[in-house]
């Protein structure tokens, strides 16, 4: 990694502060897909991501490099400010002692509302996904899999803000649990458990009779859960989860099967 110092660059010499060549960044940057191979690459930053994009793209075609913007994918590194807003809104919410919910600058919050997720749900998920795991699924993983015809995703929403999701995968009559997380500001209120009952119950409408899912044999927190849902542990698969840092860690085959047991 090099860090260089925040500036308007022209893209020659953009690139020449990394201390690359040419032949270096072509090999970062193609994807190796034929003759229609295209600029693939990452950037970090906030509100200069677009025009360090746009270099990008300049030196990349001066050196006839085909680039397609879609590819172009910024990883903040500070909060968005629609991030920062759903957060605020978010804490400040709590729990009432009969169960349901209100703010603390007084005033009722309306009930959640549990559907099936739409594209316009993509942000909301990754958002979520980012605060609750170590490798979360991107945008445009997550965009590809709702699209999926055997995927199916719930969200679970209040006042237009996503609190929570799950997602599936339909093999035959079996429905395999992808993900499930809940905002942190929310969490242990029931939203995981009241969104994952509707996924499995949608799920059971179109004729699946038994699910399954894996989970870090370490995160107590989770088995818990997945158990209190009435998921049983089954078997492991060896070196399933990355480590930080390195290795790897098993994971816990869990199942949920009907009353009869297939």
């Known amino acids: 990694m090099t860090l260089v110092q925040g500036a308007a660059y022209d893209p020659e010499d953009f ?5 690359a060549s040419v032949g270096a960044l072509k090999k970062l940057l193609v994807r190796t897909n034929g003759p229609e191979a295209t600029a693939t690459c990452r950037f970090f930053g906030d509100g200069l991501v677009g025009q360090n994009a746009l270099a990008v793209i300049a030196w990349a075609e001066a050196h006839g490099i085909l680039t397609n913007y879609e590819e172009l994918e910024p990883i903040y ?3 968005a400010e629609a991030q920062r807003k759903l957060d605020e809104k978010i ?11 209100g703010s603390k600058t007084g005033g009722s919050l309306s009930a959640i509302t549990l559907r099936p997720a739409t594209e316009e749900d993509v942000y909301s998920i990754s958002v979520i996904e980012r605060l609750s795991f170590g490798e ?3 945008e445009q993983s997550i965009l590809s899999d709702l699209k999926l015809e055997y995927s199916t995703y719930t969200v679970c929403e209040r006042e237009g ?8 995968h339909r093999i035959l009559d079996e429905g395999h649990i992808t993900n499930i997380a809940v905002h942190p500001g929310v969490r242990n209120q029931g939203i995981g458990s009241a969104t994952l009952a509707e996924l499995l119950q949608k799920a059971k409408e179109k004729g699946i009779e038994k699910f399954t899912l894996e989970v870090r044999k370490s995160d107590e927190a989770a088995i818990k859960f997945y158990k209190k849902q009435g998921f049983v542990p089954e078997g492991t698969r060896t ?3 990355p480590i930080a840092g390195g290795g790897r860690e098993d994971a816990l085959i869990m199942w949920k099967r009907n009353d009869n047991g297939r």
Do not use: H, N, Q
């Open 239 to 241: 070196d399933y989860y």
């Open 91 to 101: 804490m400040a919410e709590e729990p009432k002692g009969d169960g349901s919910y």
């Open 161 to 168: 803000l996503v609190l929570g999701y799950a997602g599936l």
């Open 136 to 138: 979360p699924w991107l």
């Open 77 to 79: 590194m500070r909060k």
């Open 15 to 19: 690139f020449s502060a990394l201390d």
